[in-house]
């Protein structure tokens, strides 16, 4: 038995096989291989010796040689071969065909279709690269060199305008893209010379530190200090308070390349530090300037109006009173609900809390979904007066973005647990609901739908990006 296998080991062996691949074809280590040849005289090849050991019989050396001049890699010779790239580069060489450099090669190399990515807004290195099937540095080329600039002359915009739009009135690019109704880069690369290149950022930085400017606090910005080697937008040091801006398309987990634990990770490293973080998006300073002001105010201790709980009257609130008192002062705007209880100061509204079905966790009777005060008003003792009253146990969340949920804490509600962090689909700069997106309902909402991908893969195909946010906290408050 060991003289059969011993003459197996040396036929695959002389037949051209590594040590290790005689070893599979046996069922051995190649230890073992290494001893059998040395016991019955058998020469060992050098490293150099093996590569002209095997030869190139096995592929079509003429076809290599032309796909290779026309144009095709060596990478991706080996891949249709099936074979390594230094038995490629052994073919080509033993034909005496010049070997292109590595500038040759990236000349060589061949563009992505830019028209797709204009009309998609897909302008990630990976993305480059996973859907046009290049390497890292051609989607770096594409997205840095002069051919992007011609390529967004699609965009059917007077760059004279956009100019004088950016430059002399002041408009970044993030509100130019909401008005022209396109992705950042391709107006970045329009811009050019005159493109400032932190004005996406700035532009909403300078915004907010204007508002904080005016309530006359003392605040340090863009430090680096505080949560090395991370940065804080705004930070508050005699308050212990740091506010985040986080431009939407800066911070997806494609363009941006801030993965799923990003912000998480950012709000711990302040929490180690008892630091409270609030983050918001641009989206929600564009859309809500007041609200995130007010909460803002409010975080800092600085509401302008405050009223308690003894002087309001509770009431019950009309669905439709209910519903725009939330999309006014909330930051998430309205949430479908079951029945509102309000709390009036004057006869005005002055906060508001939903309750319904639980959605998601059965073992309360209700859930909270949304309780917010009037904006620039604190109402004391508000909370707990409103769900006094409500026959049973009650669960809600918090978003972590926004805060710690101190105000259930304060009420009796038990922490019970965290949910993973979530996400929100982006395109041009526009956040929305992944509930809309699950997979079952793609194929009516995009215009292209692979089955066999997944949510996520079909998604990125048609230019959308997501964000992370913090997960949630979870609270609940038995009857």
């Given at each position: 038995?060991?003289?059969?296998?011993?003459?197996?080991?040396?036929?695959?062996?002389?037949?051209?096989?590594?040590?290790?691949?005689?070893?599979?074809?046996?069922?051995?280590?190649?230890?073992?291989?290494?001893?059998?040849?040395?016991?019955?005289?058998?020469?060992?090849?050098?490293?150099?010796?093996?590569?002209?050991?095997?030869?190139?019989?096995?592929?079509?050396?003429?076809?290599?040689?032309?796909?290779?001049?026309?144009?095709?890699?060596?990478?991706?010779?080996?891949?249709?071969?099936?074979?390594?790239?230094?038995?490629?580069?052994?073919?080509?060489?033993?034909?005496?065909?010049?070997?292109?450099?590595?500038?040759?090669?990236?000349?060589?190399?061949?563009?992505?279709?830019?028209?797709?990515?204009?009309?998609?807004?897909?302008?990630?290195?990976?993305?480059?690269?996973?859907?046009?099937?290049?390497?890292?540095?051609?989607?770096?080329?594409?997205?840095?060199?002069?051919?992007?600039?011609?390529?967004?002359?699609?965009?059917?915009?007077?760059?004279?305008?956009?100019?004088?739009?950016?430059?002399?009135?002041?408009?970044?690019?993030?509100a130019l893209s909401r008005?022209?109704?396109?992705?950042?880069?391709?107006?970045?690369?329009?811009l050019g010379a005159h493109?400032?290149?932190?004005?996406?950022?700035?532009?909403?930085?300078?915004?907010?530190?204007?508002?904080?400017?005016?309530?006359?606090?003392?605040?340090?910005?863009?430090?680096?200090?505080?949560?090395a080697p991370l940065e804080?937008?705004?930070?508050?040091?005699?308050?212990?308070?740091?506010?985040?801006?986080?431009?939407?398309?800066?911070?997806?987990?494609?363009?941006?390349?801030?993965?799923?634990?990003?912000?998480?990770?950012?709000?711990?490293?302040?929490?180690?530090?008892?630091?409270?973080?609030?983050?918001?998006?641009?989206?929600?300073?564009?859309?809500?300037?007041?609200?995130?002001?007010?909460?803002?105010?409010?975080?800092?201790?600085?509401?302008?109006?405050?009223?308690?709980?003894?002087?309001?009257?509770?009431?019950?609130?009309?669905?439709?009173?209910?519903?725009?008192?939330?999309?006014?002062?909330?930051?998430?705007?309205?949430?479908?609900?079951?029945?509102?209880?309000?709390?009036?100061?004057?006869?005005?509204?002055?906060?508001?809390?939903?309750?319904?079905?639980?959605?998601?966790?059965?073992?309360?009777?209700?859930?909270?979904?949304?309780?917010?005060?009037?904006?620039?008003?604190?109402?004391?003792?508000?909370?707990?007066?409103?769900?006094?009253?409500?026959?049973?146990?009650?669960?809600?969340?918090?978003?972590?973005?926004?805060?710690?949920?101190?105000?259930?804490?304060?009420?009796?509600?038990?922490?019970?647990?965290?949910?993973?962090?979530?996400?929100?689909?982006?395109?041009?700069?526009?956040?929305?609901?992944?509930?809309?997106?699950?997979?079952?309902?793609?194929?009516?909402?995009?215009?292209?739908?692979?089955?066999?991908?997944?949510?996520?893969?079909?998604?990125?195909?048609?230019?959308?990006?997501?964000?992370?946010?913090?997960?949630?906290?979870?609270?609940?408050?038995?009857?």
């Open positions: 038995m060991t003289i059969d296998r011993d003459k197996l080991i040396i036929e695959h062996y002389q037949s051209g096989l590594s040590l290790v691949a005689t070893g599979k074809k046996v069922g051995v280590g190649g230890t073992t291989v290494t001893r059998v040849l040395k016991k019955h005289g058998v020469d060992l090849r050098t490293m150099k010796g093996a590569w002209k050991n095997r030869g190139t019989n096995d592929i079509d050396a003429q076809k290599v040689i032309a796909e290779y001049k026309a144009g095709e890699s060596i990478l991706k010779l080996s891949k249709q071969y099936d074979v390594s790239r230094n038995k490629i580069s052994l073919c080509l060489t033993e034909a005496g065909v010049e070997l292109r450099t590595l500038a040759e090669q990236r000349n060589n190399r061949p563009l992505v279709n830019v028209d797709h990515l204009l009309l998609n807004g897909d302008y990630s290195i990976k993305s480059i690269m996973k859907t046009h099937n290049v390497g890292k540095s051609t989607a770096v080329r594409f997205r840095d060199e002069s051919e992007v600039t011609t390529h967004a002359g699609h965009l059917d915009i007077d760059t004279d305008v956009l100019i004088d739009q950016h430059v002399n009135q002041g408009i970044n690019v993030y008005i022209y109704n396109c992705d950042c880069v391709p107006l970045i690369k329009r493109y400032t290149p932190d004005t996406n950022k700035s532009g909403l930085n300078d915004a907010v530190g204007e508002f904080l400017q005016s309530l006359n606090v003392a605040f340090i910005e863009n430090t680096r200090k505080i949560i804080l937008d705004f930070y508050f040091p005699g308050k212990k308070i740091a506010i985040e801006m986080n431009g939407i398309y800066w911070h997806t987990e494609v363009s941006g390349r801030k993965n799923r634990t990003y912000h998480l990770n950012k709000l711990k490293l302040c929490q180690a530090q008892n630091i409270d973080l609030v983050s918001f998006t641009d989206e929600d300073w564009y859309a809500n300037p007041e609200i995130c002001k007010s909460m803002i105010r409010h975080r800092l201790g600085l509401s302008e109006t405050s009223v308690y709980a003894r002087s309001c009257k509770r009431v019950t609130v009309d669905n439709t009173v209910g519903k725009k008192f939330f999309i006014d002062n909330h930051i998430s705007g309205h949430a479908r609900a079951a029945f509102y209880i309000g709390l009036e100061y004057k006869d005005e509204l002055v906060a508001c809390v939903s309750l319904g079905t639980p959605r998601f966790d059965k073992s309360a009777d209700y859930e909270l979904i949304r309780f917010a005060t009037k904006t620039n008003t604190v109402v004391v003792g508000g909370f707990s007066k409103m769900l006094k009253g409500v026959d049973g146990s009650v669960m809600t969340f918090s978003d972590k973005m926004y805060g710690t949920g101190g105000v259930y804490a304060k009420a009796g509600f038990k922490w019970i647990g965290s949910t993973p962090c979530g996400y929100r689909y982006t395109k041009q700069n526009k956040t929305y609901n992944r509930m809309q997106f699950q997979k079952h309902k793609l194929p009516q909402k995009l215009k292209t739908f692979n089955p066999d991908l997944t949510e996520w893969k079909n998604m990125q195909l048609n230019g959308y990006d997501r964000i992370w946010d913090c997960g949630h906290l979870k609270w609940i408050k038995d009857s």
